[in-house]
């Protein structure tokens, strides 16, 4: 089987098998030991921890979190943002990047190609707490459009991203 190279500022380095195992493993329990996360994997502690250290120093593991139910603590609705500008200057997107990058309640921010230039996912309590994201949104920058889509049912969301097997050679 063939290693997939990964770019990091420090060096370049291999993705082999075992670390494509234990980038599955902490997707799945990040609050597993090493000890757990080695004996799912096939390797003792000592060498998973120094994997594990090693997909963090290469920037691979971003971090490690606890996912919190958004219905559960009352922020029951998920909104969709697109948004189109009439300016697509550097200073315009700086500007525009740093407020909506300072609210809380975009969990999201793409920058798009085709016909939207900015995709937001925005998590608020209520209908009246999107009116006031809106009104703020709106107020802080100049935008040609933007469009607002409800979710009214969330039938997927994972966090795990599906780590690629390593192709043969």
């Not at 998920?78 to 948004?83: A, K, L, Q």
């Not at 697509?88 to 500007?95: F, G, I, N, V």
Request: with cysteine; charged share 25%; glycine share 6%.
């Amino acid at each position: 089987m063939a290693d997939v190279a990964v770019s990091s500022s420090n060096a370049s380095r291999r993705i082999d098998t075992i670390d494509r195992k234990i980038l599955t493993v902490l997707q799945e329990n990040a609050a597993l030991s090493v000890a757990e996360i080695g004996e799912r994997v096939g390797l003792s502690s000592t060498p998973c921890w120094k994997r594990i250290q090693r997909l963090e120093a290469d920037g691979i593991i971003k971090g490690k979190v606890a996912l919190v139910d958004q219905n559960k603590i009352g922020l029951g609705l998920s909104v969709f943002v697109s948004v189109e500008s009439g300016d697509h200057s550097d200073a315009w997107l700086k500007t525009f990047a740093k407020v909506v990058s300072a609210m809380p309640e975009v969990m999201e921010f793409y920058r798009m190609a085709g016909d939207v230039d900015y995709m937001l996912r925005v998590v608020v309590a209520d209908m009246q707490s999107y009116d006031l994201f809106y009104k703020k949104l709106i107020g802080a920058v100049a935008l040609k459009n933007v469009t607002s889509r409800f979710a009214m049912e969330k039938i997927k969301s994972v966090t795990a991203l599906p780590v690629p097997a390593v192709e043969a050679a």
